[in-house]
């Protein structure tokens, strides 16, 4: 981070063939979206337009103003490769409408960035288009030792202040599970004019190719067992800020939207388990998770909702720690 803001020094990593393509495989396709709709799903959040992709583009335009080829390839040095995301930034916004044009459930736009500035006005061109609501994903892994916590939650702060001054629409935050006090951020953040928080961004480790001696992204889908993660924090959160809490990874069977209901999530997320079985698993899920309900003779979601929380545990720190030595002891060889 330089005069706080980001830079985009990345490593070249290489985008490796196999995984062209896939980027965006839910989202980006209107008959994908409207099959999601008649399957049942309660909204859809679109793939996200990158801060990198607007600078770029405002960076190209300004070269083709002002200067030679030399000072434009010098500029986007600090780019990472586009890749995938080599859509204009007006052409997500056009898709955006065109999907919003399509269906009538909530189409929520996805803005990815990390740092305030000019980029941050296509918050107001995603409500323009239509969006019903924002989500802003926010996606750095600091690895600058000059750069201090205290310092990228405050970025994070008046990033998510600046965006919530540019839009009417409801603006949610996805973040990282990273943080050294979740709590205290998560409240600074809806201070901020957050009204929803998703839980959690999974961050896509890379690994070693020991035959190229390459650094390899590497894109695995979730399992159940990630739910675990998002599970705990959103029992922690619920009841302790004031904004709605969604579950984003390892959602993938109506047991997983039922404990992610009960720890006081408003919504759950499905990415991986409709990539890995395609659409019609939304019916299916939904099913199960109606199935569930009426068998337990619960009588709508809001009774649920919260009810594994942790809301009226006075020190949930405690009952933690007390679990985390219950869980080492209950070890059986
Ligand atoms: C192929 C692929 C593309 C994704 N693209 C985006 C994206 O553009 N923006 C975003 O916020 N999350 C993106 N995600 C993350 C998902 O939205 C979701 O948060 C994550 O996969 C965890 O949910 P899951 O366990 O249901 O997969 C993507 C995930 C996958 C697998």
């Known amino acids: 981070m330089k005069n706080g803001r980001f830079d985009y020094n990345l490593p070249g990593v290489e985008i490796k063939e196999s995984t062209r393509g896939c980027c965006f495989p839910l989202s980006e396709k209107l008959d994908k979206v409207r099959r999601l709709e008649e399957g049942g799903v309660a909204a859809v959040v679109m793939y996200s337009l990158f801060e990198e992709q ?104 008046q990033l998510v202040s600046d965006v919530r001054n540019s839009v009417k629409i409801p603006l949610a935050v996805k973040l990282s599970p990273f943080f050294t006090t979740l709590p205290n951020l998560a409240r600074r953040l809806v201070k901020a004019g957050a009204q929803g928080l998703v839980l959690f961004n999974r961050f896509y480790q890379p690994d070693f190719d020991l035959e190229a001696l390459e650094v390899v992204p590497h894109l695995e889908l979730s399992t159940s067992s990630e739910l675990r993660l998002p599970l705990r924090w959103v029992s922690l959160l619920y009841g302790r800020i004031s904004a709605d809490l ?43 998770f109606q199935h569930w309900m009426e068998e337990k003779e619960y009588i709508s979601t809001m009774q649920m909702k919260g009810s594994m929380s942790q809301r009226s545990i006075a020190d949930p720190a405690a009952i933690e720690r007390s679990n985390y030595m219950k869980v080492l002891n209950s070890y059986q060889s």
């Open 54 to 157: 607007i600078l770029r583009e405002s960076l190209q335009l300004d070269h083709f103003l002002n200067f030679g080829t030399e000072s434009f390839a010098e500029a986007t040095t600090y780019f990472p490769e586009m890749g995938h995301f080599t859509l204009e930034p007006e052409v997500y916004v056009d898709r955006l409408h065109s999907i919003r044009q399509a269906v009538s459930i909530p189409v929520i736009g996805s803005l990815n960035g990390v740092s305030t500035g000019g980029w941050i006005e296509y918050a107001r061109k995603i409500e323009q288009a239509g969006a019903d609501a924002l989500e802003l994903n926010l996606y750095y892994l600091p690895t600058d030792p000059d750069l201090t916590s205290a310092e990228l939650e405050d970025t994070y702060v």
């Open 246 to 288: 969604a579950i984003t990874s390892g959602v993938h069977t109506p047991e997983d939207m039922i404990k992610s209901i009960m720890a006081g999530a408003s919504a759950t997320m499905v990415a991986s388990e409709f990539l890995s079985k395609g659409i019609g698993r939304a019916a299916e899920m939904i099913a199960g």
